[in-house]
C-alpha cells in the first residue's frame, strides 16, 4: 500500500487527498490544526497515519496533537524511538485504548548504519513497543538501500526505507518485499522526505512491477 505524506496546512486540500488515495500520513507538526480540525481529518474513513515529530512543535504539543488524532480514528500513530518513557507508554497506551497501531520509528538523516546496529535499531522499536517498526535512514548508494531491504527478511511488520536519490529503490520495492506501506507525495514538489516519489507515479511503477 502506498501512504501518501501530507503537510499541506489547508484542511480543505487534505480532505480532498483523503478521497482520492488509498492511505495517508498527517504531519501534523508541518501545519497548525487545531483540536477541532485535527477531530474532522483524522474522522475520514481512508486509513491514516498521526505523525508529529517533536523539533516543530515542541513534546507537550506533540502529546496533544497524537492523542486527540488517537481519539478522532486514525489507524497509526508514530512515535520517534528517542521519544521519552512517559511521552511513549502515554501515547501507547491510549493507541491500545483506541485500537490504533503503534510505529516506533528511527531515522538518521545523514548516513545508513551498518547491518549489525540496522538489527539491533529494529529490535530496540519492538522492545519498546512497536506494532510496527520503521527505519528510515539517508542513503548515499545502492549497497545503503541493499542493507535497508535486507531487512525485511525480518518477518515482523516493519518499513524500511532509504531518504535521497539512491534511496527511492526501496520506496519502490518495499511493498513487494512485505513493507507495511511506502511513502510517497501528492505531487513533485510537496515531499516530506527526501526521495519521496510522486504519489500516481509510484502506483503506476509498482503496478507495472506486479504484473511481471
Known sequence: MICVAI????????????DVVDMAEIRLDLTDFGIEEIN???????????????????????????IAAIR????????EVEASRKQRETII??????RCKVIIS?????????LR?????????YDLGADIA???????????SARLLSLYSNQKPLIALGMGHHGKITRIVSPLLGAEFTFASMDDGEETAEGQIKYSKLKEIIGRLKDI
Request: proline content about 6%; aromatic content about 8%.
Open 72 to 79: 478522532a480514528g486514525a489507524s497509526y500513530v508514530d512515535i
Open 7 to 18: 503537510s499541506d496546512k489547508s484542511i480543505e486540500k487534505c480532505l480532498a487527498i483523503l
Open 134 to 144: 520503521k527505519v528510515a535512514t539517508y542513503s548515499k548508494s545502492g549497497a545503503d
Open 106 to 114: 528511527y531515522h538518521n538523516f545523514e548516513e545508513t548504519p551498518g
Open 40 to 66: 474532522r481529518i483524522f474522522a475520514h474513513p481512508t486509513p491514516q497515519v498521526a505523525t508529529c515529530r517533536p523539533e516543530k512543535k515542541g513534546p507537550q504539543d506533540q502529546l496533544k496533537r497524537l
Open 117 to 125: 546496529e540496522l538489527y539491533k535499531i529494529v529490535d530496540k522499536c
Open 93 to 98: 497506551d491510549t493507541a491500545r485504548e483506541y
